[in-house]
């Protein structure tokens, strides 16, 4: 014993178990990678289908082998969206500003480069983007600093309020003020709403990407801000909000028309992420499962629905999985679904994501166990998804869990079971549920503890990774198909066969990787491993498993027919689009002829039987199978399967399974209960127990005891009591019971006597169905109990019927019906499962329900690149329906329901459906997706509900365009329905003999009820046809009956005459009425003539008439007063009143004379109040009236003498910030009418009731003006801020809401309360928006060319994969090297080893954004040397100055890589060595092993004049003119040449003299071409500087229309070539010659010369022509023209050999029948599409693009075509791909389908071989 009497402390252990912080041993993956330590997720893309994942998080920075460890980060619902204004151009005055949508004026930074100069704003709220963490916090702070702000002010007013009560009385004008002062700012103070930071975004293109930045500051100011890029190409995060570390990045999309902030909505996906692939590379014991693994973020929790999953969300996600190639998907996301399998995102992921792109899909079973049937979608009910239990082990219960004991390997309770309702397995396999994991940096927390099969998903999903990065790494090459990843089927059957049984009862196992990997290794070859069997059991509705749940399934042996069919994986490269030559349909065909399994069938039970043996092809096969479950102990779990086995490999293991399911129900007595004593549980044991529920239960009730026997040595536990019964077409949680119940009372100790713990509850059920009761220990429970459960049921129903619903389903009523156009309303009821007592009959409507139409309908695309559907390509369609709603009460609460389509995700026949409330400020003041809930309008008022259904298909879409909206209205008190037992005593109480209440049902018996419809009060909102719902009850202890009541027609009142009396039948005079008509139209004419004199002499003439009656007097001068005072509803001093001085005092006259008519009437009216005589009435009326003349005359009055008393002084100082009016006391007679003017408003007041004081805007602006005119702002703005609070929000009171909230802000400025002015502007950017928000991106806008449309976005991304295509065949059989050669998928080094089709490939990748290739490639050319080459080999001067230095200046251009310009530098030194000549014309090729030039006696020119603009430009970027001055010496030489033709250059020229070869020919094709290209391209690159280049380029211009240009008899305009001697060009074209209509076109648009354009049309014409005429529409090498009577003569024409064809009937044909894939036409294409924005050229260059696809395209690439008029692709191809096609050709097409600002003409120029040059500034 110690000192203090404790013993001593244990010695603590010496490490923390770590190895449970994320467990890895039970799964074998933390072995598995210390075995193969490359094989840990390297070369993996996870795509994670969550909240977000946190871009501060730590551990998901980087990779294992230094990757970034996220490739992007997606918002997939589009809650991030910026929708971005037009281009608009900075201030005009030079400064660099815009302003933005809060009203800022921007600063921007001067250091941002956009060269177009055109910006486009946006805005967004941090609340709307913010996580609930983040929002709470800063709206905490936000709140707290504001608060402090207006105490500040608060306290100013207190204080000269209490100086002022010193020294004056209560009545004084100041303290009255001051004390107002202090009632506004506490009404204020009262009403704070924040809405949040509101940033202004800012975006322009760079001239290489869309950039943004963001006014997190909210100052304006961004002036030093950095401009972010897209994630996935510049990896740029910013802060959203540096306290609290929230980060973001962004994406743009369809053109930068919409900016994408993507943040995280919490912080499940950032643990989630980092148990998958977390990389810590201090801490390792933190790793996640596959720290090599790259991610995906995406985000499909939306913002805006509390982070739901949406349907948007998901569809946009399956396509980002595509697009990013992702090798897995984990999705620890779901919902409890009606229906399994089924939905059209389901199929979406079935088919495509999973089946056709081969990613391996896991999603987290669900966490709603124990019960059976309670997995949700898509994990658990979903084929081709792999659903994932929670597995808790020994690892995870040291580290996680801090039990002081352990129990045995189990399965968390809480975990969701299978089989799904159609009878799958549900639960695929098991891992870990547990994981102490990376966390989001807002959270301030860098790991935290959760439990789930959230986390189990991601668990499983790692090993995944492992498998499959070692699947790449090690056998992928050995595979059938290297291209192609491993199927997910195969991935599926290794786990699944080599899973750890720990006695899941439905056979699951924990996964374990290493055996699945041995699995995988030892199969690597067995072909069917690809295949997935479907299941499908006809008699039970195509379910895929016998699952024999209820009474009936099980009376008697089951007879069944089972098909087995295979699912085979597809390859995306079949799609047509994608296969033109049929090579990957025909090998997924051939798969399908080929297979065949000759199958072996072992049933796992006795009481199964089924055929031995079966043999399946492709299109499967039925068998039969017994099922005899008629022997099984009923109430109890049975689990048996059928199991398939491969005859040839039975060591394998089962093919397939068919799982059986047989949950046989204990039948219940005829008391109608059911007792299960003596239940004994041990640590995580699950006791089931199955009831059949008798017919015509509807209740049933629960009870668990336990007694206290073991209390003195079992720990106290706790309880899952788990009860569910399934019904069709609904979810598992319909009729559900689910509670946690603790056994064991502290306060039990041995010796306790018999005390007992009891516990009871209940739930609705539904007759005739199976109900499980499941009770579980919660797992972590160390000690055995005991319990004993029963269960009672009770249940009445309306007669006939088979079973109550005890709600809705679905919107779609199943209860009792009551009309209220019937005076007495019948339903009998019966009491099927046991006598009923204490009947009390309680029929309440809590709930009105309205039906609305919509009034707008309309259907189009989606619009956005985001919204293609994954299988069809196609735009999917929006419905967007309006209705309109008013709220005539404020704070009402309602639910919005459209029952087809809302409550459903995965399930969901659309794709989405979302529903927007917006209030008649046109802000959203609700928003709900997929489902709805109730929701509360703080106001009353107008309405907008605007709902969008989107789908696929507009078609099906249509059907739906009158589709109803249902509004559920909860009513503020309900209505009681009244109930007899008879007729006769629902309708009176006077007749005797009545039977008397029921109150006992007898068992069996029928008891009728009787409901009186006359309700006393209906709602006011209630019209004829509109429903009351509410329930029934008739005892505690059955269920509540759904019960609407129709709300009946509107009774009859007594009719009224016009006047408001009743009708009679005395007869009156004609002629009085004759003469009182007339003078009625004559009063009426008062207000519609604009002739004033008219108006005048037309009032004395009435007046003069009813000189005797006041009345008709006062009626005369009120219509004349209304055209005077036209603006009661604004302040006197405003426009719209219309007030001038003369006209203010004839109003005040005139209103003098109507009080003085009307007041002895008016003050009659209140004599007559609630008198019922008719005469009495009459006299009310004309007193009513004659007051209502009188208060809109002293209306008029207060508003004329405020207008005199105010106008000078007030709009003298109403722009006056500093609140200063002028003294009306200075001004002659002001303080008369100031005096007259309180008067007049006191005199109002007496007239004016109090409600209409604070109600009427009339009344407001009438009074008000006297606080201005005495300058008590505070008590003018107490009424303002009232009505303001009160007034609805309505279409009818938008101007005086308008006018009211001006005069707020007005008074406001007045009072100098600059805290409450910024706030109100604040709210105002939110409250009242200039358009309705858009749920989803708004349509694609059509435009001219340089709009980007969706038909160029998706042939854009068509030559993406065939760029693509080409690289992967280049990358797999010639890396490295020069070129690649398809056909014999072998390589060169035609060019000397210099990788050169990877370095002329470059700035495609980059352009195309195949990033990571190009990435890949930047790191081979690391290593590539430019100053050597295979012995031997000589390197060619001209191709690797444009191919090589152009590519790597190119990619430099578009990149800014420093290593690219030394390299760049590196092949200009080596070159250089062409330029020791004595005239300094370069030679032809360079030995760059022994550093000097060889020796060529001439040159053709484009190898001395096509090096300019890439020596040039290598000075430009390198800062040494030594380059630069190799160009221009070499140019000068040639100029200096002497020639014949002036413009025009020989071919050739001897580089010792610079003497031209005057042998050689002229033209624009070989030899020549891009010698006369560069002339225009100087002067281009030089921005003009330098007017040398545009005279030669002009000059040769001319000389080639003069000498070159020819026109064929069928009017082709062709460029022939001029040989020495001649004098008219030939009749052949190269191919080569197709760029100049190009250039032709480019010249026109730099230079202004429009003629140009003409011929580069003609020219163009032709060089398309030249593909249009062969079979195979592709453009031969050359191509010529005879007369059309020549071509009948001539069958041939010199063609190539294996050329068949000449000539059309134009008079066309090819001169060489190769097409190698040249670019020169599509060039032009692009060019002329550029300068003129005509579309045909874009159709010309598409068409060319699918002849590519179609002839040239083979399984490793692109080959030339031999023969262009050949169609049989089998021998016709030429075994070259030219690096030129990666480089020109396909570029080109994809900039031809780009927006004109990609790399825009005015920022670049293109050298010859399509390597874009920044113009030199």
Sequence with gaps: MTATGTHPTASPRAEFPTLGLLPRADTQAGDFVRKHPTYDGRGTVVAILDTGIDPGAKGLQLTSDGKRKVLDFVDCTGSGDVLLSAPIKSADDGRLEVEGPSGRRLKLNPEWRNPSGEWRVGAKRLYDIAPSQVKTSVQAERKDRFATHAQVLADSVSARLAEAKKSTKPDDDTRLELDAQAGVLASLGESYADQGPYFDCVVFHDGEQWRAAIDTAESGDLSEAQALGAYKLTGDVGHLCKRQLLYYTLNFYDDARTLSIVTSVGSHSTHVAGIVAAYHPDEPQNNGVAPGAQLLSLLIGDHRVNSLETGVGLTRAANAIVEHGADLANMSFGEPTAASNVGQWVQLVRNEVVARHRCIFVSSAGNEGPALTTVGAPGGTTDGIISVGAYVGYEQIKADHAMYDTVKDTVFTWCSRGPTADGAVGVDIYAPGSAIASYPAYSQQRLHLANGTSMSSPNLCGCLALLVSAWKQELADDSPDPALKISPYRVKNAIVATAKQFGDELGAGLVQTDAAWQYLKKHAERRYEDVEYAVRVAETGNSRGIYLRDAEDSACARHLQVLVAPVFPGDARAKLEHDPDGMHGESQSQARFDYEQRVILVPSASWVRVPEALYISSEGRVFSAKVDATQLEPGRLHVASIQGFDSACVDRGPIFTVPITVTKPLPVEASACVRFNDLRFLPTEVVRRFVAVPYGATKAHLTIRAGNAAA??????????????????????????????????????????????????????????????????????????????????NGILPAGSEHAGTSESHGISSGIVVNGNYIVSRTDFVAAVRPEYEIKPDATLDTLRKSLRPTE???????????????????????VLEYKLEIKSDNTSLRLRMPAVDTQIYENWADDFALAVFDANKRRVAVQISYTSKITLKKKGDYLVRVQIRHRSAKDLESLKDLPLLVDFSLGSSIKLSTASSIASALTSSVTGTPSPVSAIARGSRVPLFFKTDVASLPSDAAPGDILYGSLSLNKKTAKMALEYVVPTAKSVEKESPNGEKATDEDISDQKAMEEAMRKLRVEWIGKTKNEAERSKLVSELVAEVKDSEEDHAAILAAQLDTIDVGRKTLPWNADSKFTEPAANKVVTIADKIVSLTQSLALTSRLYENQTKDEDKKLKKKADLAKTRLTNALTSKCRALGYLTTQTSFMSSASDASGEFVDVEAEDGAEERLAALERAVKELGRWTDKKAQADSVEYLMASLPLFVAKQQYGRALQPVLKWIAAAPLSRANAGERKAMIELRDLLLTKLQWSLWTGHFKELALV????????????????????????????????IREAT???????KKHAWGKDELQPVTQSSNLRWGDWAITLVDSLDTLKLVGLEEDYVEAKEYLRTVRFDRSPAGYSVSFFEMTIRALGGLLGAYELDQDPMLLEKAKQVGDSLAYAFDTPTGLPTSYVDVNRKKSEYSSRICIVEAGTLQLEFKKLSELTGDPKYSRYAERAQDAIESGKRKHEGLYPAYIFTDTGIFDGSSEYSMGAMSDSFYEYHLKQHILHNGKEPKFMKRYVTS?????????????????????????????????????????????????????PQDLVLAEELARTCYASYEMTPTGLGPERFGFKTKEEAKVHNSYQLRPGSSKSFNGDGMGAADGRYILRPETVETLFVLYRVTGDTKYQEWGWNIFLAIEKHAKVEFGYAGVADVYQTNTTWNHIDAMESFFLAETLKYLYLLFSPIDVISLDEYVFNTEAHPFRIMK
């Design 1364 to 1370: 693509r295509h080409a690289w992967a065949g280049y």
């Design 712 to 793: 003195n040595s079992s720990a106290p536990a706790m309880f899952y009591l788990h009860c569910i019964q399934l019904a069709r077409q609904e979810r598992f949680t319909k009729y559900q019971l689910k509670a946690r119940v603790n056994i064991g009372h502290p306060s039990y100790v041995s010796g306790a006597g018999s005390a007992e713990q009891c516990y009871t509850n209940s739930m609705d059920v539904i007759g005739g169905a199976t109900l499980e009761i499941c009770v579980a220990p919660f797992w972590s429970q160390l000690d055995p109990h005991e319990i004993d459960v029963s269960v009672e049921f």
């Design 1327 to 1358: 409250d009242t928006p200039a358009s309705y928000e858009a749920m989803y991106k708004l349509p694609w806008k059509k435009g001219p060319h340089n709009e980007h449309t969706l038909l160029d976005f998706k042939r854009q991304q068509s």
């Design 1597 to 1649: 211009v001319e000389a080639v229309k003069k000498m070159l240009v020819a026109k064929s008899e069928s009017g082709y305009t062709y460029l022939g070539k001029l040989l020495a001697h001649a004098s008219a060009p030939d009749t052949e074209m190269e191919h080569l010659a197709c760029f100049y209509p190009g250039l032709l076109a480019l010249g026109a648009q730099v230079l202004d010369r």
């Design 857 to 879: 309908a309309a259907i189009s695309p989606m619009g956005s690149e985001r919204d293609l559907h994954l299988t069809t390509g196609a735009m999917i369609q929006k419905l």
